[in-house]
């Protein structure tokens, strides 16, 4: 079993303590890779590389850099690259990001399948290159054959694997496997998997990702938001039936979005180890 786990990069010295010691416990599941988040336009990028630097260094467990090419120069792309390169990082979470409000120029990257191209036609295979996938949609999409499409592209670029959008709705993500197979597209699709532990913060995540939550679910929600023991537990056990679920069917890899606290991952994960 393939288990992988998602940092955003810490911005004070305390966030910096608390997100070694969250490595730390989760390093007893023998992660595939960490990997940590990218801003769009660069807003992260020094806090990024710090990050990433900090765990290859430290923690004995492959770091895995997001990057998004929205607002950036084929110049900052390789600057960067090749301080990766530089200290043995060789995967990479290739992304185009949300365009900041009030961006004019773009840079010279519209989507993400140009930056796989890019990275391949400056390192050729030097860099495994996840993209990422929308099982439910993505929300900017015109329709399902259109992101269908910019998918496709992605991989016919160069992408090695890819990594969803969390989603809890089992049934979404097979359709989406089974629909980029007739498309031509067969690579490791790894389930990107969210712990349920805030109402308020989980409808405003998937507000703004598209992810739907069932209303079953949404309704056990509202009941538990102020009973965050009740809300906990009831959270595990959606999750943690999601990835059984998911193994039950042959999935061997699962991505996990930490943000940045390990005990609720670290518990599903463990679930399906």
Not at 3 to 22: C, D, G
Not at 70 to 95: C, H, W
Not at 151 to 172: E, L, P, S
Not at 188 to 202: D, E, H, R, S, V
Request: proline share 5%; aromatic share 12%.
């Amino acid at each position: 079993m393939k288990i992988s786990f998602e940092f955003f990069p810490p911005r004070t010295n305390q966030a910096k303590e608390k997100l070694n010691q969250v490595r730390q416990s989760l390093s007893v599941v023998s992660p595939e890779y960490f990997s940590t988040t990218f801003g769009a336009g660069g807003t992260t990028q020094d806090a990024t590389l710090g990050a990433v630097l900090d765990i290859q260094k430290n923690d004995n467990i492959p770091a895995a850099p997001h990057l998004s090419c929205i607002g950036s120069e084929k110049s900052n792309i390789v600057e960067l690259l090749d301080q990766y390169k530089s200290t043995n990082i060789n995967r990479i979470i290739a992304l185009r990001g949300d365009i900041p409000l009030g961006i004019v120029d773009i840079g010279d990257f519209h989507y993400a399948n140009e930056l796989v191209e890019f990275i391949r036609s400056e390192y050729n295979y030097y860099f495994h290159i996840e993209v990422a996938a929308y099982p439910e949609m993505h929300p900017q999409a015109k329709n399902i054959v259109s992101d269908l499409t910019h998918f496709v592209n992605k991989i016919k670029a160069g992408a090695n694997g890819a990594i969803t959008q969390y989603f809890y709705n089992a049934d979404a993500y097979f359709r989406f496997k089974d629909d980029v197979q007739k498309l031509g597209v067969d690579i490791p699709i790894t389930p990107g998997i969210m712990p349920i532990t805030n109402y308020t913060q989980l409808l405003n995540f998937s507000n703004m990702c598209g992810t739907q939550i069932p209303k079953w679910i949404l309704e056990r929600l509202k009941l538990y938001e102020n009973d965050l023991e009740s809300l906990g537990d009831f959270g595990f056990d959606v999750v943690a039936n999601l990835c059984q679920t998911l193994k039950s069917q042959g999935v061997n890899s699962f991505h996990f979005y930490s943000m940045n606290c390990a005990e609720p991952s670290l518990k599903l994960a463990k679930s399906i180890i």
